[in-house]
């Protein structure tokens, strides 16, 4: 199994910056990608950003130029960093992860339980 612990999420007025950590831990054999999503009221999840075993990265056109997702390997840790955050940006956001645990080989999808971030002025 693999857990994921979601932090940094708050509320922040309209140009601020936030910046959300997800820590996986478990049986990991493999972590194939890790990323964030986000859902608003009354909308579809959607994936804000991603960033796969290689280094590669993945974002929505929304938030590309304005959100940079990170990890550090050595911590089975993602972080995403926020700027000129504005009221569209307002959600719950997701971390997940596509991994492999060391009892079973296939890749699996793993969700954290949500961080809410509000931007409000």
């Known amino acids: 199994q693999v857990q994921l612990v979601e932090s940094g999420g708050g509320l922040v007025q309209p140009g601020g910056s936030l910046r959300l950590s997800c820590a996986a831990s478990?049986?990991?054999?493999?972590?194939?990608?890790m990323g964030w999503y986000r859902q608003a009221p009354g909308k579809q999840r959607e994936l804000v950003a991603q960033i796969v075993s290689d280094g590669r990265t993945n974002y929505a056109d929304s938030v590309k130029g304005r959100f940079s997702i990170s990890r550090d390997n050595a911590k089975n840790t993602v972080y995403l960093q926020m700027n000129s955050l504005n009221a569209e940006d307002t959600a719950v956001y997701y971390c997940n992860t596509a991994a492999r645990t060391i009892r079973w080989g296939a890749t699996e999808n793993y969700w954290g339980q949500g961080t809410q971030v509000t931007i409000s002025s």
């Open positions: 478990g049986s990991i054999a493999r972590i194939d990608a």
